[in-house]
């Protein structure tokens, strides 16, 4: 018996019955032989790991621009946050952890730099509507390993296109975990670094949020998870309580009003449109200068786009500075 074959045997006996197993994969655009030692969740997990894409989380913004402070959240401890609360609420319902790390890993590749207010951007520059979870998908399927991709198992490439609201429910109950495990992680750390940046005291939190949440961030990560544990126990169904989904909601919109599109974000936002868009149009100018195509057929606004949403916030102000400030000769 292998490493691998083992670990199946003990995810088939200790999993819920509505558990993702390892052993019955969907599988691969394009088949690989068995690994002895890990399962093939396992196997995408360390995919995602060692892509320069996810290195690159560590200089993209979660809410502050190009932040420089040494506790201020990144896309890439997001990134870690999520991976945490996802384990944490599948091994409490006993569902496949592995799976939802590898989503969780990999759910935010294709984010712009400059966050939010990125993705605005690049839909402007693009004429259609840039989506950052399809640039994530379009990131392990098409982009990483020079245009070989990254051969995710079709579990893992559901899970990243369908964690965000506006999609379709994802296949599996650890897709819906990391989907869930994504706005806890998200609406708890960005008030503390909203509080912590001075943009939003303790006090300025909405009374009905507060009283179903908790007034501190342990606090409303806690409640929010052991919510979500609690009324999903029933044959996979991951569930929010009324309640707790009403407050999550009401907190997600004070912090579009407040935070991610009020005045300090505003107040940058002209900044990073000058930089994207230039960005954008020199690219656009200047083809020669874009990696090639990953793909036959990608149209020229896309390889700008791939190119462009992939730079860190400092890269592309380095890049900017490059290209558009004048520096003196003498």
């Known amino acids: 018996m292998t490493v691998r074959s083992r670990t199946e045997s003990i995810e088939d006996a200790v999993l819920a019955p509505w558990a993702t197993r390892s052993a019955d994969t969907r599988g691969r655009n394009r088949p690989l032989p068995p690994d002895d030692l890990r399962t093939e969740f396992q196997r995408d997990r360390d995919r995602v790991l060692h892509t320069k894409s996810f290195r690159r989380l560590k200089h993209k913004t979660q809410v502050f621009l190009a932040p420089e402070g040494d506790h201020v959240r990144t896309r890439l401890t997001h990134t870690l946050e999520v991976a945490q609360v996802a384990r944490t609420i599948c091994r409490a319902l006993r569902l496949n952890e592995d799976l939802v790390e590898a989503i969780a890993l990999a759910h935010d590749l294709g984010h712009t730099p400059f966050g939010h207010i990125g993705e605005e951007i690049l839909t402007r520059c693009m004429g259609r509507r840039f989506e950052h979870n399809r640039q994530s998908l379009r990131v392990v399927e098409v ?3 020079d245009g070989e991709g990254l051969n995710l198992t079709s579990e893992v490439r559901d899970g990243i296109l369908n964690h965000t609201w506006r999609m379709p429910e994802p296949a599996t109950a650890e897709a819906m975990v990391a989907r869930w495990a994504d706005r806890i992680a998200y609406v708890n750390h960005d008030v503390d670094d909203a509080i912590r940046a001075g943009v939003l005291k303790p006090d300025d939190l909405p009374p009905e949020v507060v009283d179903v949440l908790g007034h501190t961030h342990g606090e409303r990560l806690d409640r929010t998870i052991r919510a979500l544990v609690a009324s999903s126990s029933e044959a996979g169904a991951i569930r929010m309580p009324a309640e707790t989904a009403e407050a999550m909601s009401a907190l997600r919109a004070f912090l579009f009003e407040r935070v991610y599109l009020g005045p300090v974000a505003r107040g940058e936002e002209g900044k990073a449109s000058a ?56």
Not at 280 to 287: L, S
Not at 289 to 310: I, K, M, T, Y
């Open 275 to 330: 930089i994207l868009e230039s960005l954008f149009a020199w690219y656009t100018d200047h083809p020669d200068e874009l990696p090639a195509a990953r793909r036959p057929g990608d149209d020229l606004v896309q390889r700008v786009a791939d190119h462009v949403s992939g730079m860190t916030d400092r890269y592309a102000i380095r890049t900017f500075e490059r290209l558009f400030v004048p520096w003196s000769q003498l």
């Open 143 to 145: 982009l990483e390993r």
